[in-house]
T-cell receptor
Framework: EAGVVQSPRYKIIEKKQPVAFWCNPISGHNTLYWYLQNLGQGPELLIRYENEEAVDDSQLPKDRFSAERLKGVDSTLKIQPAELGDSAVYLC?????????????FGEGSRLTVL | GQNIDQPTEMTATEGAIVQINCTYQTSGFNGLFWYQQHAGEAPTFLSYNVLDGLEEKGRFSSFLSRSKGYSYLLLKELQMKDSASYLCAVNRDDKIIFGKGTRLHILP
């Protein structure tokens, strides 16, 4: 069974440029999460989807970040414009359970460097 | 990470036992996870505790006390491959919140 797939693995951009990350969850997993992880820190929740609905986006900086999960399968996270402080690893995770009760399966992450 | 506290770093010797503690704010609590994360890799699931008590899974065990807002991860017969960060994560009001992680160093 294929795991959570993310792309790109690495991205280097200059500040003020846009960037997008893509995530394909495990087949059949209705719950999808985007987390941000800085070096030496734990993952920080950005947004959680149940199917195509964003049920928790309270931590998403909506002035520059946006996300979508059309058709309730794969998802895209966008940053426009990027700032130096956005340099981090963006992790996507999926789960077969709702309400945060199930194991999260993480992708390998997209490492963003903003110059 | 939102009132989830765990030690930043720990060091232990190969073959020994180590206990990593985690304390958390109990409001809205629905369950507690432990994840392992090797450097440069994604976190992987170790355990999920909902009820009080100890759950054992091979060399790893996880304990939960809901009333005390306390959990620990116990690693036995430490191996060099156990060198990693261990993340405590709380299900709070259906939201999974991670602590900052404990970096565990294993000495030969």
């Amino acid at each position: 069974e294929a795991g959570v797939v993310q792309s790109p693995r690495y991205k280097i951009i200059e500040k003020k440029q846009p960037v997008a990350f893509w995530c394909n969850p495990i087949s059949g997993h209705n719950t999808l999460y985007w987390y941000l992880q800085n070096l030496g820190q734990g993952p920080e929740l950005l947004i959680r989807y149940e199917n195509e609905e964003a049920v928790d986006d309270s931590q998403l900086p909506k002035d520059r970040f946006s996300a979508e999960r059309l058709k309730g399968v794969d998802s895209t996270l966008k940053i426009q414009p990027a700032e130096l402080g956005d340099s981090a690893v963006y992790l996507c995770a999926s789960s077969s359970r709702t309400g945060g009760t199930g194991e999260l399966f993480f992708g390998e992450g997209s490492r963003l460097t903003v110059l | 990470g939102q009132n989830i506290d765990q030690p930043t770093e720990m060091t232990a010797t190969e073959g020994a036992i180590v206990q990593i503690n985690c304390t958390y704010q109990t409001s809205g609590f629905n369950g507690l996870f432990w994840y392992q994360q090797h450097a440069g890799e994604a976190p992987t699931f170790l355990s999920y505790n909902v009820l009080d008590g100890l759950e054992e899974k091979g060399r790893f065990s996880s304990f939960l006390s809901r009333s005390k807002g306390y959990s620990y991860l116990l690693l036995k017969e430490l191996q060099m491959k156990d060198s990693a960060s261990y993340l405590c994560a709380v299900n709070r009001d259906d939201k999974i919140i991670f602590g900052k992680g404990t970096r565990l160093h294993i000495l030969p």
